[in-house]
């Protein structure tokens, strides 16, 4: 079945400091790919999302591209701050008939620790 | 536009008592999920409506659980019979079907503790 793999944290960074988080997913057909963003004591909240592959997805300064010949969608940001701390899930959707979206399948997330 | 809401955020209960959750999704949302998150973990689905229709079920959804959502507005999440393992945060979430680009709405959960 389909499913979403990301790298383990916690992810520890100075601010300013360059941020990769790997995704990878394995899907049949098509999927739309997000991350989702949950800041302590908040629900979860759609940080980008991609719905075809070469699409780049960005927000708030972070950037993640479909890139269908590896399966994966990693989320990068450039120069992370403190308000960046957080945990990050990758998540693709599960296309139902119609090629409307349903599911969504979530990877086990990843902590981000941003340190002044 | 309020979001989604949830109610109660928070819920103890003893093993082998029944809890009920609500809720509300955004007002023109058509569609409506339910997910479990337990620690360390990402959510897991367990059900999704399509208006009034509960169009899908995870076989995570035992016979214990119910859902529903009369009139396609606010859906309930019922566990009879709570057992430790059902200890989680259970998350809804909406979306609008003819949104070209779907995109669901997290509430901020519910969490169970079973004691």
């Known amino acids: 079945g389909n499913s979403v793999t990301q790298m383990e944290g916690p992810v520890t960074l100075s601010e300013e400091a360059f941020l990769t988080i790997n995704c990878t997913y394995t899907?049949?057909?098509?999927?739309?790919l997000f991350w989702y963003v949950q800041y302590p004591g908040e629900g979860l909240q759609l940080l980008l999302k991609?719905?075809?592959?070469?699409d780049k997805g960005s927000n708030k300064g972070f950037e993640a591209t479909y890139r269908k010949e590896t399966t994966s969608f990693h989320l990068e940001k450039g120069s992370v701050q403190v308000s960046d701390s957080a945990v990050y899930f990758c998540?693709?959707?599960?296309?139902?008939?119609?090629?409307?979206?349903?599911?969504?399948?979530f990877g086990t997330g990843t902590l981000l620790a941003v340190q002044p | 536009d309020t979001g989604v809401s949830q109610d109660p955020r928070h819920k103890i209960t003893k093993r082998g008592q029944n809890v009920t959750f609500r809720c509300d999704p955004i007002?023109?949302?058509?569609?409506l999920y339910w997910y479990r998150q337990t620690l360390g973990q990402g959510p897991e689905f367990l059900t999704y409506?399509?208006?009034?229709?509960?169009?899908?079920k995870s076989r995570l959804l035992s016979d214990r659980f119910s859902a529903e959502r009369p009139k396609g507005s606010f859906s309930t999440l019922e566990i009879q019979r709570t057992e430790q393992g059902d200890s989680a945060m259970y998350l809804c979430?909406?979306?609008?079907?003819?949104?070209?680009?779907?995109?669901?709405?997290f509430g901020p959960g519910t969490r169970l503790l079973v004691l």
């Open positions: 409506f399509q208006n009034e229709a509960q169009l899908e």
């Open positions: 899907a049949t057909g098509y999927p739309s």
């Open positions: 998540a693709l959707s599960d296309r139902n008939y119609g090629g409307a979206t349903n599911k969504l399948i």
């Open positions: 991609a719905t075809k592959a070469d």
């Open positions: 007002s023109e949302h058509n569609r």
């Open positions: 979430a909406s979306s609008f079907s003819r949104q070209e680009k779907e995109t669901q709405y």
